[in-house]
T-cell receptor, first 110, second 119 residues
Framework: SQQGEEDPQALSIQEGENATMNCSYK?????LQWYRQNSGRGLVHLIL?????REKHSGRLRVTLDTSKKSSSLLITASRAADTASYFC??????????FGEGTQLTVNP | GAVVSQHPSWVICKSGTSVKIECRSL??????MFWYRQFPKQSLMLMAT?????????EQGVEKDKFLINHASLTLSTLTVTSAHPEDSSFYIC???????????????FGPGTRLTVL
């Protein structure tokens, strides 16, 4: 069964707005990663946050990690239509083996 | 450039045939290769982990006799779907383990995926 649960499952916003996606997990982790996947395509690695980090930024992306609550959030600021994709969190427990969340389908309307 | 390649990128086959998917690690040696499966509108599920020079380990519920994995070299792992059926239609994605890389070890790379359609 999937360790990660994401919410919302689907998110539709207007261009320029911020998008926030959440991820929860169940076991201890080494790190948590966020990925993007365009329809029918491969995965694109967005950002990795280690278990001893609380927040990380990369361009318009901001990721937080709360290990006490076993949760993470991905914030995309000033969204663009090109950000439309599925976003997955994935937790690494050991040896680069990843467990993926259910994913959030983000639609950014122009 | 691509770090991991997969071939073929898509394949359509008749029920009962076998399909081989190749995954190559282009920039580094991969002692471990993870194979994931993704059904439409679903997340990725780890199927099995191949290990160079030894037997693969399979996740619960994945039939090892149906999904044959070979990891004969440090740069090539193959997944063969034997006697494929329509329910095997899925997107198969490989990802090399990070232990063979000295730099950017935290970045997990994935192959571009192989879309299998079984008629």
């Amino acid at each position: 069964s999937q360790q990660g649960e994401e919410d919302p499952q689907a998110l539709s916003i207007q261009e320029g707005e911020n998008a926030t996606m959440n991820c929860s997990y169940k076991t201890s982790i080494n790190n948590l990663q966020w990925y993007r996947q365009n329809s029918g395509r491969g995965l694109v690695h967005l950002i990795l946050i280690r278990s001893n980090e609380r927040e990380k930024h990369s361009g318009r992306l901001r990721v937080t990690l709360d290990t006490s609550k076993k949760s993470s959030s991905l914030l995309i600021t000033a969204s663009r239509a090109a950000d439309t994709a599925s976003y997955f969190c994935a937790t690494e427990t050991s040896g680069s083996r990843l467990t993926f969340g259910e994913g959030t389908q983000l639609t950014v309307n122009p | 450039g691509a770090v991991v390649s997969q071939h073929p990128s898509w394949v359509i086959c008749k029920s009962g045939t076998s399909v081989k998917i190749e995954c190559r690690s282009l920039d580094f040696q991969a002692t471990t290769m993870f194979w994931y499966r993704q059904f439409p509108k679903q997340s990725l599920m780890l199927m099995a982990t191949s290990n160079e020079g030894s037997k693969a380990t399979y996740e619960q519920g994945v039939e090892k006799d149906k999904f044959l994995i070979n990891h004969a070299s440090l740069t090539l792992s193959t997944l063969t779907v034997t006697s494929a059926h329509p329910e095997d239609s899925s997107f198969y994605i490989c990802s090399p383990g990070t232990s063979g890389r000295a730099i950017l070890a935290d970045t997990q790379y994935f192959g571009p995926g192989t879309r299998l359609t079984v008629l």
